[in-house]
């Protein structure tokens, strides 16, 4: 369980990052813009020089030993320190006559020692060509000065010492032997040479920073717009936000968003579309209806959701097509008196009449007798009509529920089309007139807090939500993107073991075209010229 929430988790953060890409990469772009620009107007030239110095301290044999050579590295970390001191660059500064002072001097000077070796690098950058190298040798050869004058120093104060002390001049002379046999040397292995030239700042480490600032920036962003946004992200935000009692999940379905090109306007995917992974959704949606209403008493169910354009209509023609086509007498009221759209989907509802003029004229019409027989087999609609002058009014009344439950007696599932719950007061209305109520919303576009102010609206009405649908979601997108690829890759794995010559039935594949097969048939000729074109290598 506790895997199973972490990539949940990392899944709805993947779908944040998808959903807000285009943030992320705006700030990278523009860092990188900023930092090419400021690369460029910034850009100086830097010229570096670099000198070598070998310490070694004195040998113990014929050969260096490991105790010699440890005692140099030792030594050389020693005068690393030394050779940065005021003392040696201010005497380097007079010796030049350089405009600088001690701390100008310090920062352009670099002294390292090469690991595992007694070697000292002394590195120097300036702004032209000639004054690093100057620097470098003359701040070497004053270190090597300083040092040897330092060490010849402390011998002849040694000396005077035990002079002082009554020691003949052979003894003297003997003490001066030892102690300068005793001595390491400091050599100029390496004079500082024609300056390095090298351009700062460097364009290209200031963009790699910039990428990776915008990267992050960009990112932090992109999960604080999410986060303010208040608007519905995911499946597993809304189960989490608007739990319903004795349900596992409250969420019954989670539609693609499809674009003209897949689905053309004025049709719908379950009737005009039906190989495709939409229609095959909308299947599956109403298989978990069906189960979800089960345990519901009665049959008259209202689809509505928060604010228009968010699918609901849609979501109602295709979840009634598809109940239509499992054998199911489903009956559409359309109760949205005030922006009727089931004409578009049915054009054989024109001219048929409708629930508006048996709530104003025809009120000893029976119902049954004004329902249309739509195209697909099963399923049957009550139109609006003509669009009344008050339509709350003419729903709030005894004939209105009079009508539902006439045409609860004539099907197996009644759907009632509302008006969206923020845009009209009608839904409250319907909702005590029906057995259950399902509330549709668009991913990325609902308000949380508009979501919640219908689910309480809806719950006031005593009337049970029996689940949610939710529309427009991402297809391409990791988390939701898995859809697609396994409806594809069953779909795609069924065709190529049908057309492949004789199946395991003996039979040969059907090609006789159909209302459905259309693009079936298109897939299996392309399969059978791929098959061909291989034996034939």
Same mark, same amino acid.
Request: net charge positive; charged share 20%.
């Given at each position: 369980?506790?895997?199973?929430?972490?990539?949940?988790?990392?899944?709805r953060?993947?779908?944040?990052?998808?959903?807000?890409?285009?943030?992320v990469?705006l700030?990278?772009v523009?860092?990188?813009?900023?930092?090419?620009?400021y690369?460029?107007?910034?850009?100086?030239?830097i010229?570096? +020089?670099? #000198?070598?110095? =070998? %310490?070694?301290?004195a040998? /113990?044999? @014929?050969?260096?030993?490991?105790?010699?050579?440890? $005692?140099?590295?030792?030594?050389?970390?020693?005068?690393?320190?030394?050779?940065?001191?005021r003392?040696?660059?201010?005497?380097?500064?007079?010796e030049?006559?350089l405009?600088?002072?001690v701390?100008?001097?310090?920062?352009?000077?670099?002294?390292?020692?090469?690991?595992?070796?007694?070697?000292?690098?002394?590195?120097?950058?300036?702004?032209?060509?000639?004054?690093?190298?100057k620097?470098?040798?003359?701040?070497?050869?004053?270190f090597?000065?300083?040092?040897?004058?330092s060490?010849?120093?402390?011998i002849?104060?040694?000396?005077?010492?035990?002079?002082a002390?009554?020691?003949?001049? +052979?003894? #003297?002379a003997? =003490? %001066?032997?030892a102690?300068l /046999?005793? @001595?390491?040397?400091?050599?100029f292995?390496?004079? $500082?040479?024609?300056s390095?030239?090298?351009?700062?700042?460097?364009?290209?480490?200031?963009?790699?920073?910039?990428?990776?600032?915008?990267?992050?920036?960009?990112?932090?962003?992109?999960?604080?717009?999410?986060?303010?946004?208040?608007?519905?992200?995911?499946?597993?935000?809304?189960?989490?936000?608007?739990?319903?009692?004795?349900?596992t999940?409250?969420?019954?379905?989670?539609?693609?968003?499809?674009?003209d090109?897949?689905?053309?306007?004025?049709?719908?995917?379950?009737?005009?579309?039906?190989?495709?992974?939409?229609?095959?959704?909308?299947?599956?949606?109403?298989?978990?209806f069906?189960?979800?209403?089960?345990?519901?008493?009665?049959?008259a169910?209202?689809?509505?959701?928060?604010?228009?354009?968010?699918?609901?209509?849609?979501t109602?023609?295709?979840?009634?097509?598809?109940?239509?086509?499992?054998?199911?007498r489903?009956?559409?009221?359309?109760?949205?008196?005030?922006?009727?759209?089931?004409?578009?989907?049915?054009?054989?509802?024109?001219?048929?009449?409708?629930?508006?003029?048996?709530l104003?004229?025809?009120?000893?019409?029976?119902?049954?007798?004004?329902?249309?027989?739509?195209?697909?087999?099963?399923?049957r609609?009550?139109?609006?009509?003509?669009?009344?002058?008050?339509p709350?009014?003419l729903?709030?009344?005894?004939?209105?529920?009079?009508?539902?439950?006439e045409?609860?007696?004539?099907?197996?599932?009644?759907?009632?089309?509302?008006p969206?719950?923020?845009?009209?007061?009608d839904?409250?209305?319907?909702?005590?007139?029906?057995?259950?109520?399902?509330?549709?919303?668009?991913?990325g576009?609902?308000?949380?807090?508009?979501?919640?102010?219908?689910?309480?609206?809806i719950?006031k009405?005593?009337?049970?939500?029996?689940?949610?649908?939710?529309?427009?979601?991402?297809?391409?997108?990791?988390?939701?993107?898995?859809?697609?690829?396994?409806?594809y890759?069953?779909?795609?794995?069924?065709?190529?073991?049908?057309?492949?010559?004789?199946?395991?039935?003996?039979?040969?594949?059907?090609?006789?075209?159909?209302?459905?097969?259309?693009?079936?048939?298109h897939?299996?000729?392309?399969?059978?010229?791929?098959?061909?074109s291989?034996?034939?290598?």
């Amino acid at each position: 369980m506790e895997q199973e929430e972490q990539s949940i988790d990392l899944a709805r953060y993947l779908s944040v990052l998808l959903r807000w890409w285009w943030i992320v990469a705006l700030v990278v772009v523009l860092l990188l813009l900023i930092a090419y620009v400021y690369s460029t107007v910034a850009k100086t030239t830097i010229y570096r +020089a670099h #000198a070598t110095i =070998l %310490v070694q301290e004195a040998r /113990s044999g @014929l050969a260096p030993g490991l105790g010699d050579i440890g $005692a140099s590295q030792q030594l050389a970390r020693t005068y690393q320190e030394l050779l940065t001191t005021r003392k040696l660059l201010q005497r380097t500064i007079d010796e030049l006559g350089l405009p600088l002072d001690v701390a100008g001097l310090r920062s352009g000077v670099n002294i390292s020692v090469r690991p595992g070796t007694s070697l000292m690098d002394v590195k120097v950058q300036g702004s032209d060509p000639e004054s690093p190298v100057k620097i470098a040798n003359t701040l070497t050869q004053v270190f090597i000065q300083d040092t040897e004058t330092s060490r010849l120093a402390d011998i002849a104060r040694r000396q005077a010492i035990f002079t002082a002390q009554g020691a003949t001049d +052979a003894a #003297a002379a003997a =003490l %001066v032997e030892a102690q300068l /046999s005793a @001595l390491g040397s400091i050599s100029f292995l390496e004079e $500082a040479a024609i300056s390095i030239p090298s351009v700062r700042p460097s364009t290209r480490n200031n963009m790699l920073v910039a990428g990776f600032l915008g990267a992050f920036l960009g990112v932090l962003l992109a999960f604080l717009i999410d986060y303010s946004s208040n608007k519905l992200g995911s499946k597993e935000q809304v189960e989490r936000m608007f739990a319903l009692p004795n349900v596992t999940s409250p969420v019954m379905g989670v539609m693609f968003k499809w674009s003209d090109r897949d689905v053309a306007p004025g049709k719908f995917a379950v009737r005009d579309y039906p190989d495709s992974i939409y229609a095959e959704m909308y299947r599956q949606l109403r298989t978990t209806f069906r189960f979800v209403v089960s345990s519901h008493p009665g049959n008259a169910f209202m689809i509505t959701s928060v604010a228009p354009r968010e699918g609901k209509t849609t979501t109602l023609v295709n979840l009634a097509s598809a109940l239509a086509g499992s054998g199911n007498r489903i009956i559409l009221l359309e109760t949205d008196l005030r922006r009727p759209t089931l004409h578009r989907y049915f054009p054989e509802t024109n001219g048929q009449g409708g629930l508006s003029p048996l709530l104003m004229l025809d009120r000893s019409r029976p119902v049954a007798s004004l329902l249309c027989q739509t195209s697909i087999p099963g399923l049957r609609i009550l139109a609006c009509g003509a669009v009344p002058q008050s339509p709350a009014d003419l729903l709030n009344s005894p004939r209105t529920k009079e009508i539902i439950d006439e045409l609860k007696k004539e099907c197996d599932i009644l759907l009632l089309d509302s008006p969206p719950t923020m845009a009209a007061s009608d839904p409250m209305i319907l909702a005590s007139y029906v057995d259950g109520v399902v509330i549709v919303g668009a991913l990325g576009e609902t308000h949380v807090d508009a979501f919640r102010d219908s689910v309480g609206m809806i719950q006031k009405s005593g009337t049970p939500i029996v689940g949610y649908i939710l529309n427009k979601v991402r297809s391409r997108g990791l988390g939701y993107g898995r859809y697609r690829y396994h409806y594809y890759y069953y779909h795609h794995k069924e065709d190529e073991a049908e057309p492949s010559g004789i199946g395991g039935n003996g039979a040969r594949p059907d090609f006789r075209l159909g209302p459905v097969s259309t693009s079936r048939i298109h897939r299996q000729i392309r399969h059978l010229l791929s098959r061909n074109s291989h034996r034939r290598r």
